[in-house]
Nanobody, 115 residues
Framework: QVQLAESGGGLVQPGGSLRLSCAAS????????MRWYRQAPGKERELVAR????????NYADSVKGRFTISRDNAKNTVYLQMNSLKPEDTAVYYC????????WGQGTQVTVSS
């Protein structure tokens, strides 16, 4: 069955960096767009970044442009989110998503940006 497993979250100071990973299984990973979402307490889940199967197109939320980079390794069935210049407002649970066409989600990884 389809499984998505995020890792790499943690506590980081403002201005710091983290790299999130999402390991996928149960489908032909390279055929599908992958997305990262986040959800902060009391807020709706929002799309952070997306990447096409061949990595030929990426899109970002305005709030993370220039700071976050999405990438993927189809040989490892893994999608990454490199997060630099982190701000307190980036604090959230981060989820990876695949639309196959049904939406599949991982369990999420907590990112906390605080001094």
């Amino acid at each position: 069955q389809v499984q998505l497993a995020e890792s790499g979250g943690g506590l980081v100071q403002p201005g710091g960096s983290l790299r999130l990973s999402c390991a996928a299984s149960g489908f032909t990973f390279s055929d599908y767009v992958m997305r990262w979402y986040r959800q902060a307490p009391g807020k709706e889940r929002e799309l952070v970044a997306r990447i096409t199967g061949a990595s030929d197109s990426t899109n970002y939320a305005d709030s993370v442009k220039g700071r976050f980079t999405i990438s993927r390794d189809n040989a490892k069935n893994t999608v990454y989110l490199q997060m630099n210049s982190l701000k307190p407002e980036d604090t959230a649970v981060y989820y990876c998503n695949a639309l196959l066409p049904f939406a599949y989600w991982g369990q999420g990884t907590q990112v906390t940006v605080s001094s």
